[in-house]
């Protein structure tokens, strides 16, 4: 069995997120991918360092997204209360939970490809399974190290902090994020903030 984990902060996923899942489930040959969203800030630094929507809207988003999807999983392993951040304790859990002889491939924008070689454990990492660098707008393939493999787009031009934008314009969010994201971020509002009532509730 051949198995994807796709970690990101998902803050809110989108129709890029989703492109390069299902892109990548064809290249590779992939049984499952499972989607990972962060829970900690501790791996991003700077003014992205928090996720700006809490770990269950997150986590319910990403359960949306995969209803239908059979190949598509959700897990809480980096957003559970007391996970680690780091990608290589993720990896060496779902080596504990996979079938024994799983192939795991980890997928990475390469727009996060400059920081991967100073990943915690980074040799670990390297060890214990393939690194696929995804084809993002903007960022060329050609930064990948010689130890990362690269995936071919195109992917739509698309990120998390766009939607966003978009959602506290109060803009159409059609063809941005699945439907039934869209759905939820219209009743459930994730991204809005509290009113002093609810401040105090
Ligand atoms: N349009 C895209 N094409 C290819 N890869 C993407 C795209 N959007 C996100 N990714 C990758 O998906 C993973 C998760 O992304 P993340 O949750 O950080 O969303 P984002 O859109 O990158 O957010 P931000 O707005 O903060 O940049 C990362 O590896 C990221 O590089
Ligand atoms: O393990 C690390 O040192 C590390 C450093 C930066 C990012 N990551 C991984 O990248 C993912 C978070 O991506 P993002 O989009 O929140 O930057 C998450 O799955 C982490 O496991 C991991």
Redesign the pocket.
Known sequence: MRVAL??????PV?E??L??AVLARQALDLDRVILIPAGSTATRPGP?AQAVASAAHRLAMLRLLCEGRPWLEVSDAECRPGASPFAVDTLALFHRTLPAGTDIVL??????LALLPRWHGIDAIRASARIVA????GHPLDAAPPWVERLGGP????????IRARLAAGGPLDGLCPSAVISYLMTEQPYARPGPAARFA
């Open positions: 796709f970690g990101g902060s998902f803050d989108h890029g997120h492109a390069a992205k997928l990475i924008g390469s727009d996060k995804l084809d993002r707008p992917l739509p031009d698309l990120s998390s902090t766009q």
